[in-house]
């Protein structure tokens, strides 16, 4: 629509990606949300959610500048949880029981490993971000197993996703235009990817 930029109309395609790994969960009753990477596909699924109701959604990235642009979109941050002590400290702050659903929105190889530490029992995790080809995880199937946790992925988007992403962007419900943070001319490439 005439009233959409194109910087706007960027954001229809990560978007309807989004929309597509969430539906694929029943966020009407969640009440913790935790997301690992928070670039602008894991804020993307941090708004959906919050939209959807989920009471408490946390981003967990080790990049300063997103957490700080994160924390000023009204979510809880956290670093990396990388020892022990501070999954355990998670775990207290989604009321020790751990969270609803986990959101992995990197391709960092270890937060499959941390995802089966915060979810809950009868949790889910999503696979949202793009794993390097041949990657492999140890798991303990017995863990996934009495704890009941499902593991789902998320690829891409169909038809309908796009349509709902270009509904979203379009009457402005959401500021997913604040997640626009630098604008390059194409000649400026390079310099967009180094900034990147």
């Not at 597509?20 to 997301?35: F, P, Q, S």
């Not at 998670?90 to 020790?96: A, T």
């Not at 499902?150 to 796009?162: C, D, G, K, Q, V």
């Not at 349509?163 to 959401?174: D, P, V």
Request: net charge negative; with cysteine.
């Amino acid at each position: 629509p005439d009233s959409m930029s194109f910087e706007e109309a960027a954001m229809i395609e990560p978007l309807a990606c989004c929309i597509r790994a969430l539906t694929k969960c029943d966020l009407k009753n969640m009440e913790y949300i935790v997301i690992l990477g928070a670039g602008p596909v894991g804020i993307m699924n941090a708004l959906l959610a919050r939209d959807a109701g989920v009471s408490k959604v946390f981003l967990i990235d080790p990049n300063e500048f997103r957490l700080d642009f994160s924390k000023k979109m009204g979510f809880e941050v956290l670093h990396p949880l990388n020892d022990e002590e501070k999954m355990r400290s998670l775990k207290g702050v989604l009321s020790g029981r751990g969270a609803d659903l986990v959101v992995i929105a990197t391709s960092n190889q270890k937060a499959f490993t941390q995802s089966l530490k915060i979810v809950r029992k009868g949790g889910s995790i999503i696979l949202f971000g793009v794993p390097a080809k041949s990657s492999l995880a140890e798991v303990d199937l017995s863990l996934l197993y009495a704890n009941e946790i499902s593991i789902l992925s998320s690829y891409a988007a169909t038809e309908r996703e796009t349509n709902q992403a270009l509904e979203i962007l379009s009457n402005k419900h959401l500021n997913f235009g604040s997640l626009i943070t630098h604008q390059f001319e194409l000649e400026e490439s390079k310099s967009a990817f180094r900034c990147a």
